[in-house]
C-alpha cells in the first residue's frame, strides 16, 4: 500500500486570482497541494485564522509594502512559522532590499518559473520533513510508554543498568527492595543493592564489564539487600537492552527460594511444563519430549510432528470478540484432542497452533492421522460461550527420517507446512518434502527433470510476504519468493528444499529470473503494485552470470519493475567467498537506483568486513535469530553484537518470522522496527 502524500497548504498573496491554478500546474498532478487566494492584508490575517497554512507565497509590490510586512509578520506569530517564499520583479530593488530585511525562506524573479518551482518544491518537502520528524518523535513516545507499561505491569523484578546506577525499575523491582517510588532507587548503584559472597563474582569487574557493553554469559547468584535491612539471596540475570534511547543493561532479579516440599515442587514442575489455560504440554516440554522419544529409538523413521491450527482463526475471534479468546483457544483443545486421540503427545505451541507427537511406524500412518484429523474437523460445531461456529481445521506434517539431528528443525518443517495448508484454502494438511540427497547421481537427475518441468509447465507461484515497521505504519516493504507445488499434487515445495539442488544443477539463476518474470507480470496486472517497495532474494549463481544479469538490467530498464523500489537480497552465507563479484553486481545496479540487503545473517556472521566492502541498505537475520531470542543469553549477544554492526554502516535490521507479539518489545530494545511475521501482516499469493 501507497503511503498517502500529506496535503500541504500554500497561500498565494498576489493580485492575480489565475496565480494559484498556475502554480498547481507547475507543480504537477500528485504534488499533494491545496492553494489559497489572497490580495489583501484582511484577506490574508482571514486566511490564517480559518485555514491551516503550511507555505505562504507572496508576489511583493514596491508601491505595496504594508501588505508583504503583514504576510511575513503572520507567517512567524503562527505556532509553527510558516515558510515565506518572495517573489519580486527582476528590476525591483526596494521589492528585494525589503524581502531582505525582514527575512525570507526564499526570493526569487517572477521571470524565473523553473526557480519558483523548485524553491516551492524544497519548502513543501521541508514542512513534511518536518511534520514527518515531529510524527515519528510522538509515535516513539507512545511505543516508549506502551513498553514501559508492559514492564511495570511483569511480575518478573526488572531494572536497567547504565554506567552502574539504576536507570528505570518496574514495580516488581521496586517492591522487592523495599522502595515506595523509583525516586527513591534512581541514581542508586547496582552495589548498593547487591554483594558477592567471598569467592565470588567481582561486581566492580562486571560493572566495567557492563559500561563496554560486555554482558555476562552465565547467572550470578548474589546477596540482595532489602531497605529495612533484611537480606536474600538472588539470582541475577543480564541482557543488552536499549532505554531513552541509550543502550544499557537489563538485571532481572529473582528470589531464591528455600527448598519446598513436594508437593509444592510437583506444582512447580506442572506450572514450568505445562501451559496454563489448557492444560496441555507448553513449548519447551513438547520439544523435550521430542527429543526423549527419538533418543529412544534407534530408527527416527516414521516420527512425525502435526501442527494443528483452526482455519480462518481471525475471522472466528472477530466473531466472537477479544473476551471470548480463552475459551475459543480451550474448546479448539478439546477438539484436537479427540481428533487425534489418546495415544498422541499434544502441546500448545502458540496463540492458536498446536503440536501433536505422533510415534508412527511409517509416513503412511502419519499421513492417515492427519487426514483423521482434519476429516474429523471439517465442518464440525463447537459452541464458544453463546455463539455456535462452524469449523474446519488445517494439518502441518513433518516425519523424521531414519536419523533426528534437530528436534527444532522438525517443529519448523511442521510449521511451514501448516502455513502453506492454511494459505492454500485450510481445511487439508500438506507434508513438509524432506530435501532430495545429492549424493546420487538418480537423485540430481530426477531433481533436473522435476524443476526443468517446473519452469516448463508453470508450477511455481509467487508468494510475498510483508515486512512492517514498528515506528512508519506507512513504511512496507515486500519480499518475493516462489514455491513450487506440482499439478498434481496438493503439497507445496519451500525454496528451502529445492533451492540447493537448482544450485548443483545450475538453474538457480534460471530460477530468479522465473520469480522475477512473474514479479513483473503481477505488477503489470496491478499497476498500483508498481509503487511498492520489493525485496528480492537472489542466488549467488545469478549474481556471477552474465546472461542472467542483462535479463536482470533490461527488465529493470523495461521499467516493468521500477529499479528505485528495487532491493536485491544477497544471501550471507553464499556471498562470504565471492566479494569481488558481489562488488561488480552492486556497482552496476546502483546507478540504476536499487538497493540491497544482506539477507539470512546467522549468529557466527562476521559482519565488519562485509559492510566495509559492500555497500548495504539493510540486513536481513536468519530466522533462528529471533525465534529463540527470549530464552538464549548467547542469542542475544550475537543479536547485540550485529545490530550494533549495522548501525555503525547505517544498515536497518530486518527481524524475520515474529512468532509472538511479545518479542516486538525484545526487538524495539535492541533498537530493530523492521518485522515480518504473520500477526503483523500475512503472507500472499502476488
Known amino acids: 500500500m501507497a503511503r498517502q502524500v500529506t496535503e500541504i497548504r500554500i497561500l498565494v498573496v498576489t493580485d492575480d486570482p489565475s496565480a494559484p491554478r498556475e502554480l498547481l500546474n507547475m507543480l504537477g498532478e500528485g504534488s499533494g497541494v491545496r492553494t489559497l487566494f489572497a490580495d489583501t492584508g484582511n484577506a490574508v490575517s482571514r486566511t490564517f485564522e480559518t485555514d491551516q497554512v503550511d507555505v505562504l507565497m507572496v508576489q511583493i509590490d514596491a508601491g505595496d509594502l504594508a501588505l508583504f510586512e503583514t504576510c511575513a509578520r503572520l507567517a512567524r506569530e503562527q505556532n509553527d512559522a510558516v515558510p515565506v517564499l518572495a517573489i519580486i520583479k527582476a528590476d525591483d530593488t526596494k521589492a528585494a532590499v525589503a524581502a531582505a530585511a525582514i527575512g525570507v525562506e526564499g526570493c526569487v524573479f517572477t521571470t524565473n518559473p523553473r526557480q519558483i518551482k523548485r524553491l516551492t518544491q524544497f519548502l513543501i518537502e521541508s514542512v513534511r520533513a518536518r511534520r514527518d520528524a515531529e510524527l515519528a518523535a510522538r509515535r516513539l513516545e507512545e511505543i516508549e510508554s506502551r513498553y514501559t507499561l508492559l514492564l511495570d505491569s511483569s511480575s518478573e523484578s526488572i531494572a536497567y543498568i547504565h554506567e552502574g546506577l539504576h536507570i528505570y525499575a518496574n514495580r516488581a523491582y521496586l517492591e522487592l527492595f523495599g ?124 516420527l512425525s510432528i502435526l501442527l494443528v491450527s483452526l482455519d480462518k482463526h481471525d475471522e472466528l475471534q472477530t466473531k466472537l470478540g477479544l473476551g471470548a479468546t480463552d475459551a475459543l483457544i480451550r474448546e479448539s483443545a478439546d477438539l484436537f484432542k479427540d481428533a487425534c486421540g489418546e495415544d498422541c503427545v499434544m502441546a500448545r505451541l502458540s496463540d492458536h497452533s498446536f503440536g501433536i507427537l505422533a510415534s508412527a511406524e511409517s509416513r503412511e500412518q502419519a499421513e492417515t492421522l492427519a487426514a483423521r484429523i482434519v476429516d474429523y474437523c471439517s465442518g464440525k460445531m463447537i459452541e464458544v460461550r453463546d455463539t455456535s461456529l462452524t469449523i474446519s481445521a488445517s494439518v502441518g506434517l513433518a516425519v523424521a527420517g531414519s536419523e533426528l539431528d534437530d528436534a527444532d528443525a522438525l517443529l519448523s518443517q511442521a510449521d511451514s507446512a501448516l502455513h502453506e495448508a492454511l494459505h492454500a484454502g485450510g481445511n487439508a494438511y500438506v507434508r513438509y518434502r524432506p530435501r532430495v540427497s545429492g549424493d546420487a547421481d538418480e537423485d540430481d537427475a530426477a531433481w533436473a527433470e522435476r524443476l526443468r518441468h517446473a519452469l516448463d509447465y508453470d508450477e511455481f507461484r509467487l508468494v510475498t510476504s510483508p515486512i512492517t515497521s514498528m515506528d512508519d505504519d506507512g513504511f512496507l516493504i515486500n519480499e518475493v519468493e516462489t514455491r513450487l507445488r506440482a499439478e498434481d499434487s496438493d503439497e507445496v515445495m519451500m525454496p528451502t528444499v529445492y533451492l540447493p539442488a537448482a544450485s548443483r544443477l545450475g538453474l538457480a539463476s534460471k530460477l530468479d529470473t522465473d520469480m522475477i518474470r512473474r514479479l513483473a507480470n503481477a505488477i503489470a496486472e496491478k499497476p498500483s503494485a508498481k509503487e511498492h517497495l520489493w525485496l528480492i532474494p537472489l542466488c549467488i549463481d545469478t549474481i556471477c552470470d552474465e546472461e542472467s544479469l542483462h535479463s536482470l538490467k533490461t527488465i529493470l530498464q523495461s521499467e516493468k519493475i521500477k529499479s528505485e523500489n528495487v532491493i536485491w537480497g544477497l544471501r550471507e552465507p553464499e556471498v562470504r567467498d565471492k566479494l569481488r563479484r558481489v562488488q561488480t553486481f552492486i556497482e552496476a545496479f546502483k546507478p540504476l537506483g536499487t538497493r540491497f540487503g544482506l539477507c539470512d545473517v546467522g549468529p557466527d556472521a562476521d559482519l565488519e568486513p562485509l559492510l566495509n566492502h559492500l555497500e548495504m541498505d539493510f540486513l536481513r537475520m536468519a530466522p533462528e535469530m529471533i525465534q529463540n531470542l527470549s530464552g538464549n543469553d548467547d542469542l542475544r549477544q550475537a543479536l547485540a553484537r550485529l545490530v550494533k554492526q549495522a548501525d555503525q554502516h547505517q544498515v536497518r535490521v530486518i527481524a524475520p518470522k515474529v512468532e509472538h507479539t511479545g518479542d516486538l518489545a525484545t526487538l524495539w530494545q535492541f533498537g530493530i522496527t523492521l518485522v515480518q511475521g504473520d500477526f503483523v501482516r500475512e503472507e500472499a499469493s502476488a
Open 179 to 302: 522502595f515506595d517510588s523509583f525516586e527513591e532507587l534512581e541514581g542508586l548503584s547496582m552495589l548498593d543493592l547487591l554483594s558477592a559472597d567471598k569467592g565470588g563474582p567481582d561486581l566492580k569487574k562486571v560493572l566495567k564489564a557492563l559500561a563496554r557493553d560486555e554482558i555476562p554469559e552465565d547467572d550470578m547468584v548474589l546477596m540482595a539487600h532489602r531497605q529495612d535491612g533484611t537480606d536474600f539471596k538472588a539470582t541475577v540475570d543480564f541482557s543488552p537492552a536499549r532505554y531513552g534511547g541509550e543502550y544499557c543493561a537489563q538485571m532481572l532479579i529473582r528470589e531464591k527460594m528455600s527448598q519446598a516440599d513436594p508437593a509444592l515442587a510437583a506444582e512447580l514442575e506442572k506450572l514450568k511444563t505445562r501451559d496454563m489455560l489448557t492444560g496441555l504440554l507448553n513449548r519447551h516440554a513438547f520439544l523435550e519430549r521430542l527429543r526423549a522419544e527419538a533418543q529412544a529409538r534407534e530408527d527416527t523413521t516414521g
